[in-house]
């Protein structure tokens, strides 16, 4: 055994010899020693002799658990019975037959080697207990085996075989199996390798294991070997061919028999040959993951390595990767693959062939969690990492490098876990695309990273774009050239992105978003934009301004009136002056234009609120406007349509008063007087208008009218004297229509009837009657006044003059004739006189003739009063009618209290007695007549308030009108 590690080493050494000057790194990674594993292959076909064999590791594993279960209870029972031994030994046998054929999985010789321990111990303790002499000799058999491969074919176990064979003589396989061990014991010792190789020749054909081990031992024996590798005989050529022979077999065996087989036909090569070095006789291509060929190969890999055959060292290595890559020896093969890749791609810069070896590698470790695997992919991703990072830095400086790097990074992009981790990447490769003009890609890129970064990537993608879209860093307030209309509208979106994105919506942002609207035809949407952002607080800047003025004339050269009067306010609200390429705006005509225009054409569309507010700011702050008249006029309109009445008048006011060459300036008299007539509250106005109208426009033809309408307002304020001195003049002023003038002295004359003094009425009822026709009403009404202000001065000879024409006035003029009987009421009481008796009857001769001299008077007097009523029926006659009454009652009293003397003779006593009373029941028939026709008239509504009160209360109650005897 010696003799093989120092071999082993040997070996090892030889291959670095190789390759001296090669980088260290490049040592074996598989570790492996040669053996000679006959023995394992001579116990695994002892085995097979009545056994019932483990087909799967599934089922291997779960007899060895049971095993391992039943462990404690096997040894705490004392006893126990013979049919468990015996389940327990079978069970024993077919685990260590399964786990020796199948050496190469996971813990399969730990396991082996402790089940082969339980074997033993089951089959001897089966055999204390059974009483099978059969059975006995058979638990003995696998005992032995059992001890066989524990002491590595040394011991005495095949020494008590070679007993056993006389009682177990019938069983063919066990006595095959006996010989095989037999043989091969002899084979391995100089003195006694005839007699061993006889012995072979000899043994009864056994199981393909039994086989594969017997030519094994046929090769040793031609090899002139033992198990150690010491020479015991001269070497036979012939070793070669069983080699090839033995090895073929093995390839449709398990791979743990391959293993077997493999690692004793390179032990046996490797020993003759002094090495690895060569080609083996034996066919070693179609193994895989059988870890002495492997060992082989590596070498050969190594080899190949170290002389810079680096591809060829590669195919190696990728070919035995495949067949680990269920355990850690996977890793570490890839990990060389990687580092070979490395080490080639530095030589050649084949970015194809690293490409694909990352591209496997990922596929196989991409996915690992933790351990080597993980560790290692980390690994390969710095590396890669580290490559494209080179290749980007190369490429950002000189750009002859770009398009490789950009493929490669492209690449690699696919294969990072998340955006975090690629974003470097990105970064850099954008930086490249920027660097060798390729802006489309490079605006492309950058707005990948903008979704995780949106700042400063949507500053560097519209950089980009801008140089697509020919479209300068600064706003281009002047001007700028043509470009293409999809490049801007691309730029313009990534303005607008970066402008949402930002809370506060910079001034340099907004005049770019803005121009480029205007440059591809949408200048609707940068007004709008602009005019948006400049009402809320804004920085001062020159955008602001340049954005402002840029609006301002716009909006001028449009006509749109509105939005340049807001946007100009604005400006000063904001203090933000207008600019047009740095240069102060001239806005103050413009303004003045806007507000003007504005407020005319609100008015006449009806927005009448507006266009107070417009055409107030435009008298306000253009006061030397020569439009100012025209606008207090419209304002004046619009004021009046909102129902504004009082600011209405005062703007016509301020019209009338500061600006008399106005061309309608009439017209504004008149329509603000007629307004203000409308309202008790504005009715100073109206004076104001129809007063300066009638004084600056004097021969106008609408005067008449309007001191017509004046007087009228003047009357209705009780303003009399202002009113009476408009109707006086109205009525003598030329140009006035007769029925005017006539109308005039009317009222001037009732007005100074009733609110004036009676001596000034007399001008009204005399200018009535140069007017007037003496038979019309209006005439009448002069008579009527003129009568009444004589008879309040008892101008008897007055009245007696107007009498005759208010006869010939009376038929056709009520007035008149009112006035007539007020007239005759007024002579009845001057002329009536009153009757009363005043004489002493003691001195009366006569009686007869003081009654008649009382009755005659009565007649005479009564004349007064009855010609008030024979004119007709006016409010005096009721009246006249009363008087009457009293006339005859007075009368009455006056006869009563004539007397005659009694002395005179009762004749002629009686006779005066019937004398007295027939007069004073015709007075007293007068007084009823008169006190019935007064009554009437009276409640007819005849006659005054005043003196329907009276004659009711006088002769409402009167059943008898004469007098008490």
């Not at 069970?91 to 190469?104: L, S």
Request: charged share 25%; glycine share 6%; net charge positive.
């Amino acid at each position: 055994m010696v003799r093989l590690v120092i071999l082993f080493y040997a070996l090892v050494k030889s291959a670095a010899l190789l390759g001296q000057g090669a980088p260290a790194s490049f040592d074996p990674i598989l570790q492996h020693q040669f053996r000679v594993d006959i023995v394992k292959l001579l116990e695994i076909s002892a085995l097979e002799v009545d056994l019932d064999k483990i087909t799967s590791q599934k089922k291997a594993n779960r007899a060895y658990k049971s095993l391992l279960s039943n462990l404690d209870s096997l040894v705490a029972d004392k006893n126990p019975s013979a049919k468990k031994l015996l389940s327990a030994y079978q069970d024993a046998a077919a685990v260590v037959h399964f786990y020796g054929v199948n050496g190469h999985l996971s813990r399969a010789e730990e396991r082996r080697i402790q089940a082969r321990d339980w074997l033993a111990d089951y089959a001897e303790r089966y055999r204390a207990k059974s009483k099978s002499d059969g059975k006995k000799d058979i638990a003995r058999y696998y005992q032995l085996i059992a001890q066989y491969g524990r002491s590595e074919g040394r011991g005495t176990a095949v020494t008590q075989l070679i007993d056993l064979k006389k009682s177990l003589a019938n069983n063919k396989a066990v006595i095959g199996n006996i010989d095989l061990m037999v043989g091969y014991s002899l084979i391995l010792v100089k003195a006694t390798a005839s007699q061993g190789l006889d012995y072979l020749k000899r043994a009864p054909s056994s199981s393909v294991y039994g086989r594969i081990a017997h030519r094994l031992t046929v090769a040793m024996s031609e090899a002139g070997l033992n198990n150690d590798g010491d020479a015991v005989n001269p070497p036979n050529q012939k070793y070669q061919k069983s080699l090839s022979y033995v090895v073929n077999v093995s390839k449709g065996a398990p791979k743990g028999i391959q293993i077997l087989v493999t690692n004793t036909a390179f032990f046996i090569w490797s020993a003759l040959n002094g090495g690895l070095d060569g080609k083996p006789p034996f066919d070693y291509d179609s193994f895989k993951g059988v870890i002495p060929v492997d060992v082989f190969r590596e070498s050969q890999a190594v080899k190949a390595i170290r002389s810079g055959q680096y591809k060829q060292g590669l195919a190696i290595y990728r070919d035995m990767s495949d067949a680990y890559q269920k355990d850690s020896r996977g890793v570490l093969l890839d990990r060389r693959i990687w580092q070979i890749e490395k080490t080639l791609y530095q030589k050649t810069r084949d970015s194809q062939q690293m490409r694909m070896a990352f591209r496997s590698i990922w596929k196989r470790h991409s996915k690992a969690k933790k351990g080597e695997r993980k560790a290692f992919f980390e690994e390969v991703m710095k590396d890669y990492k580290d490559i494209i990072g080179k290749l980007l830095a190369q490429a950002a400086s000189n750009v002859q490098f770009a398009e490789s790097a950009i493929e490669e990074t492209k690449f690699f992009l696919k294969f990072l876990s998340s955006r975090r981790e690629s974003y470097p990447f990105r970064q850099r490769l954008a930086l490249v695309y920027r660097r060798s003009n390729m802006f489309d890609k490079a605006v492309a890129a950058y707005l990948d990273l903008a979704k995780d970064s949106p700042n400063k990537n949507y500053l560097l993608a519209i950089e980009a774009q801008s140089q697509i879209a020919k479209w300068p860093e600064d706003p281009p307030w002047q001007g700028v050239a043509p470009g293409d209309r999809k490049a801007r509208l691309k730029l313009l979106s990534l303005f607008e992105q970066i402008l949402k994105s930002n809370k506060q919506k910079p001034w340099t942002a907004l005049a770019h978003i803005g121009l480029l609207h205007r440059s591809v035809g949408q200048v609707k949407s940068a007004e709008n934009l602009w005019w948006k952002y400049l009402q809320k607080d804004v920085e001062k800047n020159r955008h602001t301004s340049e954005a402002a003025g840029m609006l301002f004339n716009d909006y001028f050269q449009s006509k749109r009136w509105v939005n340049l009067i807001e946007l100009t306010f604005l400006s000063m609200k904001r203090k933000v002056p207008m600019t047009n390429g740095g240069k102060g705006v001239n806005f103050q005509q413009p303004f003045a234009s806007a507000l003007f225009n504005q407020g005319q054409i609100d008015l006449s569309q009806k927005k009448y609120n507006r266009s107070t507010k417009y055409l107030t700011d435009f008298v306000r702050l253009f006061k030397s406007d020569p439009r100012v008249p025209q606008a207090y006029h419209a304002l004046g309109l619009a004021y009046k349509n909102l129902g504004k009445l009082a600011p209405a008048l005062s703007s016509f006011k301020t019209l009338v008063d500061k600006y008399p060459s106005y061309p309608k300036r009439k017209f504004v008299m008149l329509e603000g007087g007629k307004w203000a007539a409308l309202n008790k509250k504005t009715m100073e106005y109206a004076f104001f208008f129809y007063g300066k109208y009638l004084r600056e426009y004097p021969n106008e033809q609408d005067i008449p009218q309007i001191r017509r309408n004046l007087a009228e307002l003047y009357m209705s304020r009780k303003l009399y004297g202002w009113a009476t001195r408009l109707y006086k003049e109205q009525s003598l002023a030329a140009g006035v229509p007769p029925a005017w003038q006539l109308d005039a002295a009317i009222k001037y004359l009732e007005t100074e009837e009733k609110f004036g003094q009676p001596k000034d009425a007399v001008f009204g009822a005399n200018r009535i009657l140069q007017l007037a026709k003496h038979d019309s009403e209006a005439a009448g009404k002069a008579f009527g006044f003129l009568a009444k202000y004589a008879s309040s001065r008892n101008d008897v000879k007055a009245m007696q003059a107007l009498e005759p024409k208010l006869l010939a006035a009376a038929p056709k003029s009520v007035s008149a004739r009112e006035a007539l009987g007020m007239m005759k009421f007024k002579l009845a009481q001057i002329f009536t006189k009153p009757i009363e008796n005043n004489q002493a009857n003691a001195f009366i001769k006569d009686p007869e003739a003081s009654v008649k001299a009382y009755y005659d008077l009565f007649l005479k007097e009564k004349t007064h009063y009855e010609a008030v009523c024979r004119i007709g029926i006016t409010q005096s006659c009721a009246p006249a009618q009363l008087k009457l009454v009293g006339l005859a009652q007075a009368t009455m009293l006056a006869i009563n209290d004539v007397e005659i003397a009694s002395t005179l003779g009762e004749t002629r006593v009686n006779a005066f007695k019937v004398f007295k009373q027939l007069h004073l029941s015709k007075l007293e028939e007068s007084a009823k007549a008169y006190a019935q026709l007064s009554l009437k008239l009276a409640r007819e509504g005849t006659t005054s308030a005043i003196w329907k009160t009276e004659i009711i209360k006088s002769l409402g109650n009167k059943t008898s009108f004469g007098v008490a005897h």
